[in-house]
């Protein structure tokens, strides 16, 4: 598999060439998504190598256009091993740009985890910091995160305790702090769990699917 970019600057009516993002051909590389401004393209893929198949990578191929024509950067954001499922997904508050995914171990604990990789229009792959890990029962099951990177919605599944839903925010540089915003009866799960911010009084709405027996609430 070769991740391809190709663009048109009339609309669609014509198409540059596709070009390969990626250094190396995988037969295992899934879930593309493309970020894009004036003049830089991020591109994010998953891949399983096939010489290690016990690792996950999330990789990201960075596209700079300018009057001397284009430049690729080439950044592993994170790699891992024994995963179970990997799910990420891009924002952009208008100042920075980044990554937020979870990981879904089969041994260990499901992890989320934040990056930011372009800043004021510069390339700029920070750290990674842990946003929350789930410490009891099986795994974080679902996120969510909108156009600002500070709030993070997600769902836990747990063996004895109820599922619950969390939201995660960080304030400037500190660490992250994680409240229940809703708890289930044990006999219920979070499903679809989506975070919607209102700017102008700063305050955010949560929308989630709960499944109680064969009724279905919102």
């Known amino acids: 598999t070769t991740v391809l970019l190709t663009s048109s600057q009339d609309a669609g009516r014509s198409w540059t060439t596709p070009f390969a993002l990626n250094e190396t051909p995988s037969p295992r590389i899934s879930d593309p998504r493309l970020w ?30 300018s009057g001397k024509g284009r430049k690729i950067q080439r950044e592993l954001v994170q790699e891992m091993s024994d995963i179970k499922t990997l799910s990420y997904s891009v924002w952009d508050d208008g100042k920075q740009m980044g990554l937020t995914w979870m990981e879904r171990h089969t041994r260990s604990p499901s992890v989320v985890r934040q990056r930011v990789t372009v800043r004021s229009g510069q390339i700029s792959p920070g750290e990674t910091s842990t946003v929350a890990q789930s410490r009891e029962g099986f795994h ?38 994680c409240e229940k915003i809703h708890i289930t009866s044990g006999s219920s799960d979070i499903l679809a769990p989506m975070l919607i911010a209102e700017e102008a009084e700063n305050l955010y709405r949560v929308i989630f699917h709960e499944v109680l027996f064969k009724i279905h609430i919102m």
Do not use: Y
Request: with cysteine.
């Open 36 to 65: 894009a401004s004036d003049s830089l393209v991020q591109a994010t893929w998953v891949d399983k190598p096939e010489r290690t198949p016990q690792t996950t990578r999330l990789e990201a191929a960075f596209l700079t256009l």
């Open 140 to 177: 974080f099951a679902e996120f969510a995160t909108s156009h600002r990177p500070d709030l993070v919605l997600m769902t836990e599944k747990k063996i004895i305790t109820p599922p619950t839903l969390q939201a995660c925010s960080q304030i400037g540089n500190k660490s992250w702090e």
